[in-house]
Every structure is written in structure tokens, then in C-alpha cells.
């Protein structure tokens, strides 16, 4: 099955800098990569996804890169604020129209945004 | 708000015994999955039902099961609960089998003492 290893499990961040965490995945059928924020006391959020014939997508202060080479994909968040603090989780999905699928899951970054 | 219910919130039992968590997913979605999250092991899928069937199953033990039913909602059953079932249980929801966004619910706190 799909291995999605991500790093780092912790970052903390001086308000206004950059974060950036990443992760690997392991099967290359895996085609659809979300990142989910997890805020405490809360389920995760979907903040943005990328699908593997896109290499970067962007939402305002949020984007995601994706190298299907390395089996990598990064989450970048500039101009960081402090409700920014929270889990992201990142995932990786082989889903198959009618048979099912499932999304395998980083093990997660809690990011600190200091103000 | 996503749109996804679970209940109950907190659930607090002893070793041996069965309890039942249900969700029921954002109108519209056809799909409902069972996620385990724990500290050390992060969040494992368990299984996916959409429209009343299995569609696909993690790493469920044997002792865990699940359903859905005709109004979409799903109650997962875990039985002859260990400690190290403690865990925060998860359920979401997605419109097909083939879900490109999925919507959490807030989750149920399990308890086993």
C-alpha cells in the first residue's frame, strides 16, 4: 500500500515568515494530493489539493508544489499569521472511479506561529 | 461547519465493552468514512461505505464493523474495546466513491479505562 512520510513534525515560525512542509509518497498511482489543517478540538479541514498533472497550485497565501518524479509534494504559507497554528496533515489518494479509494494520510505538522 | 454530525462528542468505557458512534454525512454526499486517529499512529482509514455498501477498507480489525443506511447515515460498532482502542474517531463524507474533497466531522473521543 501507499507510505506518505512528512516533515517536519513540528515548525514554528516567527509571524510573517514563510512555512513550508513536505512529504513523500511511495505508490505512483497515487493521483490526487490534499492538505488538510487541523485546528485543536476540531476534524480537518481541506485547505488545498493538487492533482498529479499539476505541478503547483496557489489560494492567496497557500500553495502546494508537486514533483511526481521524486514522489514529492510540498505546502508553502507565506506571510504566516498566528491563527495559522494549527496540525496540517498532508495525503495522498489512488482513488479509482467505482471501486472505492483511499487516502493515505502524512503523520502530521503542528505548526507554531509566533507573534 | 462542515456539515458532518457525529455524536457522540465523548464517549468514556471500560475494557470488554461495545459501543456504537454515528455520523451523519453533509446533505448531498453519498460517501461516509471511518478515520482512527491516535497520537502515535496519526490517521488511519478504516473503512468507506457510499450508498449503503462497502466500498473499501483499511486496516478495520475484526472486532470493529461499520454500516449505512437507506438515509445515508453510518454507525460504526467497536467491541470488546482494549485500552489501546482509546482513540479520537473520525468520520467523513464525500459526494462519490471517488472522493476528491473530504469533509470531517468533528470527531468522537473514545475512552477505554
Given at each position: 500500500g501507499e507510505n506518505v512520510e512528512q516533515h517536519p513534525s513540528t515548525l514554528s515560525v516567527q509571524e510573517g515568515d514563510s512555512a513550508v512542509i513536505k512529504c513523500t509518497y511511495s505508490d505512483?498511482?497515487?493521483?490526487y494530493f490534499p492538505w488538510y489543517k487541523q485546528e485543536l478540538g476540531k476534524g480537518p479541514q481541506l485547505i488545498i489539493d493538487i492533482r498529479s498533472n499539476v505541478g503547483e497550485k496557489k489560494d492567496q497565501r497557500i500553495a502546494v508544489t508537486l514533483n511526481k518524479t521524486a514522489k514529492h509534494f510540498s505546502l508553502h504559507i507565506t506571510e504566516?499569521?498566528?491563527?495559522?497554528?494549527a496540525v496540517y496533515f498532508c495525503a495522498a489518494s489512488n482513488g479509482v472511479r467505482n471501486t472505492g479509494n483511499q487516502f493515505y494520510f502524512g503523520t502530521g505538522t503542528s505548526l507554531t506561529v509566533i507573534p | 461547519d462542515s456539515g458532518v454530525t457525529q455524536t457522540p462528542k465523548h464517549l468514556i468505557t471500560a475494557t470488554g465493552q461495545r459501543v456504537t458512534l454515528r455520523c451523519s454525512p453533509r446533505s448531498g454526499d453519498l460517501s461516509v468514512y471511518w478515520y482512527q486517529q491516535s497520537l502515535d499512529q496519526g490517521l488511519q482509514f478504516l473503512i468507506q461505505y457510499y450508498n449503503g455498501e462497502e466500498r473499501a477498507k483499511g486496516n478495520?480489525?475484526?472486532?470493529f464493523s461499520a454500516q449505512q443506511f437507506p438515509d445515508l447515515h453510518s454507525e460504526l460498532n467497536l467491541s470488546s474495546?482494549?485500552?489501546?482502542?482509546?482513540a479520537l474517531y473520525f468520520c467523513a463524507s464525500s459526494v462519490?466513491?471517488?472522493?476528491e474533497k473530504l469533509f470531517f466531522g468533528s470527531g468522537t473521543q473514545l475512552s477505554v479505562l
Open positions: 505512483s498511482a497515487s493521483n504566516t499569521q498566528p491563527e495559522d497554528s | 478495520i480489525l475484526e472486532r474495546l482494549e485500552l489501546g482502542d482509546s462519490g466513491t471517488v472522493a
